[in-house]
DNA sequence: ATGGTTGTATAACAA
């Protein structure tokens, strides 16, 4: 079974529906993790992901933040928070079992700048998922971390590195906090099928004509386990909605595995 | 130099 993944920064889902259920027609994947919905429950266009073929499981909250995952099938199983969080705590973590793969959707705080408090809390959020994947699963077993992850892994990652080195997105704490989440068990997967080339998910818009002038960052990521990894057919970036009117500022990743593969145990 | 633009919600705030 090949079986279709992807991940969207949409940045408000109500803003970037169109964009966003074209892409479902074009690509048809069996899962889509959405990030920075923007919209709470009451307001997220259910009905039209239903129209489309999807179902929607999704933490809201109002103005900022939020996660979904649209799938073909609902999930077996949903998890809506990382242990300890209390219900006040911002919308940027879910996870779903779908199709006997766990599904492990965040959209990392941003942090704003390395000497502010939100660094830290980005910072101990990577922790805290690194800690909750330890106790709660094994690296052997079929898991996708994906979202907007906020951080640039490596050099050839941001546009300009030599800049860009301790700016937030790409500061070596970072890189580090992100390298011990990594070493719980997972594989870049872009990185895997791309060892070389400097593609990137995300051009601000604050930043004159960013994307025409390729100057972006490669935040957007699909972390997989090793079963997973070794399943895996294809992965990529498409780069096609970030040149469509009223785009995100992010652009899908995507990847393509053979489930049938991973189940024979090959 | 510390800008710039965008979405949400309708005044600022976050990115």
Redesign the pocket.
């Known amino acids: 079974m090949e079986w279709k993944f992807a991940t969207f920064n949409v940045?408000?889902?109500?803003?970037r529906l169109p964009i966003v259920l074209q892409w479902l027609k074009d690509h048809e994947p069996h899962v889509l993790c959405m990030q920075e919905i923007?919209?709470?429950e009451k307001?997220f266009p259910l009905a039209a992901f239903q129209e489309a073929g999807y179902v929607v499981s999704l933490r809201g909250q109002?103005?900022?933040n939020g996660v979904a995952i649209a799938c073909r099938t609902q999930p077996e199983e949903i998890l809506y928070r990382l242990d300890g969080e209390d219900s006040e705590e911002e919308a940027r973590f879910m996870a779903a079992k779908v199709d006997g793969v766990w599904v492990v959707n965040t959209y990392v705080?941003?942090g704003?700048s390395p000497d502010h408090p939100?660094f830290q809390f980005k910072l101990a959020f990577l922790a805290r998922l690194k800690r909750w994947l330890q106790e709660k699963f094994q690296p052997d077993s079929p898991l996708v971390w994906a979202g907007d992850i906020n951080v640039a892994p490596a050099a050839m990652d941001v546009f300009d590195p030599q800049r860009m080195e301790g700016e937030v997105g790409f500061h070596p704490d970072e890189r580090t906090a992100l390298e011990h989440v990594k070493a719980w068990g997972l594989v870049d997967l872009y990185r895997k099928h791309h060892p070389f080339e400097k593609q990137f998910t995300f051009w601000d818009?604050?930043?004159p004509m960013s994307f025409k002038r390729n100057l972006g960052w490669r935040l957007d990521h699909i972390w997989v386990t090793a079963p997973l990894a070794k399943a895996s057919v294809d992965c990529s970036v498409d780069t096609q909605p970030r040149g469509l009117d009223?785009p995100s500022d992010h652009t899908p990743v995507w990847a393509v595995f053979n489930l049938s593969h991973l189940r024979s145990g090959e």
Request: hydrophobic share 25%.
């Open positions: 940045n408000g889902i109500r803003a923007k919209s709470q307001n109002k103005s900022f705080p941003q704003r939100a818009y604050r930043l009223k």
